[in-house]
């Protein structure tokens, strides 16, 4: 019996490997790469980072606690686009850390992913699966040969020493040839600081944090400056946002601050700020509604008294003068029915859908013309 249940499975694993799918896979020796530094990278915020594919400026590192160094090392809404005819793209990474951790996909924290611009709008097409520090992962096969567009995202909880992009050795591989979420002065990129959430925990793969999927759909590259645990509002990141010629800056980080550190630092975080970019307009976002509030009073009566001391600082804000200045509500960023989360705070893929929708309400004038 259990001979026949061996020989049963080297069948079927024999007919799996035969399929199309597996029979076309591609060897790294097969294919021709391209280091994304000769292509195009977008989402990074600094032209001198810490590290080569960082998220905190290098002038500013002595201001800055350990913490945001090691998670500005992550390479959180960094990506690179470009242009290829090849029926193959697959890339090759090296990772800083080679991190894991219980409640997010490897694919998220070290993967990478990519979309094709296809019709006008841009579509998820295939995920590297990352299988060590090293690794080499073919995003999609078997597509016509023609020119398309593409990018693909970096990983969020961890950082890259390298990427390059294989092709076919007969393909070409070239920056993007199409004007879509490009580097460009006439449409300046949307920034956003905030915490894990921001920074994309804990969304299965790469192209699903908030802020990369606002900038796919208006068309506007962003700056992901969200720091796991530590979106609380230093006077050194307050600098830091000086530092990005942005379109519009979203404040999302109360998730990581109380009430106290509130009063303690914001107002002259966010001054800061607006007196320097009085044409920017300056988004503040309320805790979303988690779903574990419905029970847990203590933590519910303590984001509520944050909120409320975040709106008494907008308003403030109005009556002296700072116009530039707009408050998100947190009532419905998530919906009500409780299904947003992997464990109550950090979201779950629909719920990055849900929260960039929402956002994008506010955001919307920002869309192409």
């Known amino acids: 019996m259990r001979r026949g249940l061996r020989i049963g499975f080297v069948l079927v694993l024999m007919a799996v490997m035969l ?9 790294q020796e097969e294919m021709k790469f391209v280091n994304v530094d000769d292509l195009m990278i977008i989402g990074k915020g600094f032209q001198e980072s810490h590290v080569k594919y960082g998220r905190v400026p290098l002038s500013l590192v002595p201001e800055l606690r350990k913490e945001l160094l090691s998670l500005g090392a992550n390479s959180a809404g960094l990506a690179v686009r470009f242009n290829s005819n090849s029926s193959v793209i697959s890339v090759r990474w090296k990772l800083l850390e080679d991190v894991s ?6 694919t998220g924290i070290k993967g990478l992913d990519l979309y ?31 020119n398309r567009e593409f990018i693909a995202y970096f990983p969020l909880y961890d950082g890259v020493e390298s990427v390059e992009i294989g092709v076919e ?35 299965s793969r790469p192209g699903m944090a908030y802020p990369s999927i606002i900038g796919r759909a208006l068309d506007r590259e962003t700056i992901n400056l969200g720091f796991s645990g530590n979106g609380k509002m230093d006077f050194a990141m307050a600098k830091a946002i000086n530092m990005v010629d942005a379109d519009a800056i979203i404040l999302d980080c109360l998730p990581n ?7 303690d630092s914001a107002y002259r975080f966010i001054t800061h700020i607006a007196l320097a970019k009085p044409n920017v307009k300056i988004f503040m976002v309320e805790n979303a509604n988690f779903p574990y509030l419905i029970v847990d009073t203590v933590t519910k009566a303590a984001l509520e ?7 008494e600082l907008y308003a403030r804000l109005l009556t002296e003068g ?26 779950t893929d629909l719920g990055f859908l849900r929260f960039a929708e ?7 004038i920002y869309s192409p013309q």
């Open 19 to 27: 399929h199309p799918f597996y029979a076309n896979a591609q060897k």
């Open 101 to 106: 951790m219980n409640h997010m996909p490897d």
């Open 116 to 146: 094709v611009l296809d019709g006008g709008r841009w579509q998820y097409i295939g995920t590297a699966r990352p299988n060590a520090k090293e690794s080499f992962a073919v995003f999609v096969r078997n597509m016509t040969k023609q």
């Open 169 to 203: 050795q007969d393909a070409q591989l070239r920056a993007p040839q199409n004007s879509r979420l490009v580097k460009s002065t006439n449409k300046k990129p949307l920034l956003f600081y905030g915490t894990s959430i921001t920074q994309g925990g804990c969304a």
């Open 257 to 263: 601050t109380t009430a106290q550190s509130l009063k």
């Open 305 to 311: 008294e944050e909120n409320q001391v975040w709106r």
């Open 322 to 347: 700072f116009l530039n200045i707009e408050y998100i509500r947190g009532d419905n960023l998530l919906g009500e029915d409780g299904e947003t989360t992997v464990d109550g705070v950090h979201f």
């Open 358 to 364: 929402s956002l994008m309400e506010y955001l919307k």
